[in-house]
């Protein structure tokens, strides 16, 4: 039996998946930098444009005729836009953090608007004590050792570049529209306790897909045992 393949969309850096050697364990994995991050150059696109191609150009370097898509938090977007861009490879998408829209008004917001804006501004004016924020916001997901490395690995200028284009998602509401066009099989991840994503915007998107796969974790997604688990169950399905 061929193994499965699986492709791990980078909010930033592929360093975010600390679960790739759980996952490399059964499938092919693939996974990157974003543009400007590390050994990669520069793109001449800018925001979301800039990530889906970046991603695709993975995929096509792979020459993959077929996977799996995965994103977490606000990559679930760009891994949403990956499989609309290749409907004939995208066999199903894992998104942790499952959420239909990134709005941070109203009762049933999925996104706590005052740890978002603290993060954001936080980027803005003060870098490094903006990625040491990690720790504290994931609770310990990303470790001091892994935040070492993205010091090293990610110039300021990138990640605030990358930051603002994914805030600015905000005001995307075409991700429910495209996972109906696409209609591939769905594994959605809700992170218990996450102080940025709520419980509600989770529901909303189990409730809007009840025939997807479904997990909770308690650690955040791209860094939990539990998700590569599920992982592996949905790609088996498939």
Same mark, same amino acid.
């Given at each position: 039996m061929s193994r499965s393949r699986v492709l791990l969309v980078a909010q930033i850096t592929e360093l975010e998946w600390g679960i790739k050697p759980l996952i490399e364990e059964w499938a092919e994995v693939a996974?990157? %930098?974003a543009p400007g991050v590390g050994d990669e150059p520069p793109s001449a696109e800018a925001g979301m444009d800039a990530l889906v191609a970046r991603a695709l150009a993975e995929i096509d370097r792979r020459g993959w005729d077929s996977c799996v898509v995965a994103g977490d938090e606000f990559t679930s977007a760009v891994a949403i836009h990956v499989a609309a861009a290749? /409907? %004939?490879?995208?066999?199903? +998408?894992?998104? @942790?953090?499952?959420?239909?829209?990134?709005? %941070?008004? @109203?009762h049933d917001a999925p996104i706590a608007g005052s740890i978002l804006a603290a993060f954001r501004q936080l980027l803005e004016t003060d870098y490094r004590s903006w990625v040491r924020a990690y720790t504290q916001l994931t609770r310990g997901a990303y470790d001091d050792q892994t935040m070492e490395q993205f010091l090293a690995r990610v110039p300021p200028e990138t990640a605030r #570049?990358?930051?603002?284009?994914l805030l600015s998602l905000r005001d995307d509401t075409s991700m429910e529209t495209i996972l #109906?066009?696409?209609?591939? /099989?769905?594994? +959605?991840?809700e992170h218990r306790g996450c102080l940025l994503f709520t419980p509600e915007g989770f529901r909303a998107a189990a409730e809007a897909f009840p025939e997807a796969q479904t997990v909770s974790t308690v650690d955040k997604p791209n860094c939990s045992p539990e998700f590569a688990h599920a992982l592996r169950r949905f790609c088996e399905s498939l």
């Open positions: 996974s990157y %930098d290749r /409907p %004939d490879v995208v066999q199903g +998408l894992a998104l @942790g953090h499952a959420v239909l829209r990134f709005s %941070d008004e @109203g #570049r990358i930051g603002v284009s #109906r066009r696409v209609n591939v /099989p769905l594994l +959605l991840a």
